[in-house]
Nanobody, 125 residues
Framework: QVQLVESGGGSVQAGGSLRLSCGAS????????LAWFRQRPGKEREGIAA???????AYADSVKGRFTISKDNAKNTLYLQMNSLKNEDTAMYYC???????????????????WGQGTQVTVSS
């Protein structure tokens, strides 16, 4: 069983930055990939950043150039550095894990087996 716990959310002004963390515990298969998702008010949950099956990073167009996914394997922690935040980045952010594959697969909500509880990010003008 895999447990994921997100932290680091909060309220920030537009243009500001936040770093989200996702602590992972439990048994990870070597071919798992980790990804960040978000659910904006009134919208479906969407994948925004992931490591693919060979460790390359991938991003949704909406966050490319502003968000950076990284991980510390020694700490079993996944990060999401969010810069130049916009009002439309307001959402609940989740990390998720599941079988690895190409980036589009890793960022598909239906493909992820394990989810954290989420952390709220609110961006205001």
């Amino acid at each position: 069983q895999v447990q994921l716990v997100e932290s680091g959310g909060g309220s920030v002004q537009a243009g500001g930055s936040l770093r989200l963390s996702c602590g992972a515990s439990g048994y990870f298969y070597s071919n798992y990939c980790l990804a960040w998702f978000r659910q904006r008010p009134g919208k479906e949950r969407e994948g925004i950043a992931a490591f693919d099956s060979v460790g390359r990073t991938a991003y949704a167009d909406s966050v490319k150039g502003r968000f950076t996914i990284s991980k510390d394997n020694a700490k079993n922690t996944l990060y999401l550095q969010m810069n130049s935040l916009k009002n439309e980045d307001t959402a609940m952010y989740y990390c998720a894990a599941g079988r690895s594959g190409v980036s589009a697969y890793c960022m598909a909500t239906w493909s992820r087996n394990y989810w954290g509880q989420g952390t709220q990010v609110t961006v205001s003008s």
